[in-house]
């Protein structure tokens, strides 16, 4: 089993920036991609961006440019800086691994709310 903690969340003015982490315990050498998934109220969840063991990276279109997503060389941790954050970024921000035979692990969520 893979266990994931997400921390760095918080309230930051439009504008701003935060960076997200995660870090991955128990048989991480199952991970091939992590990523970064957020929920808004009333929202279905959808994905941010994410990171295959090759290095490999996806964006949605509404944070190219803004979001980045890197990991350590270990494959224990993701990271997820923002920079110029919009008040349509506020949600709860999960972390997740994907595993073998398609599954998912989920973190337990870190709330993000930009706004003045």
């Known amino acids: 089993q893979v266990q994931l903690v997400e921390s760095g969340g918080g309230l930051v003015q439009p504008g701003g920036s935060l960076r997200l982490s995660c870090a991955a315990s128990g048989n991480t050498g199952l991970i091939y991609a992590m990523g970064w998934y957020r929920q808004a109220p009333g929202m279905e969840r959808e994905l941010v961006a994410n990171i295959v063991v090759n290095g490999v990276t996806n964006y949605a279109d509404s944070v190219k440019g803004r979001f980045t997503i890197s990991r350590n060389n270990l494959n224990t941790a993701v990271y997820l800086q923002m920079n110029n954050l919009k008040p349509d970024d506020t949600a709860v921000y999960y972390c997740?691994?994907?595993?073998?035979?398609?599954?998912?692990?989920w973190g337990q969520g870190t709330q993000v709310t930009v706004s003045s």
């Open positions: 997740s691994a994907s595993l073998p035979q398609a599954r998912r692990t």
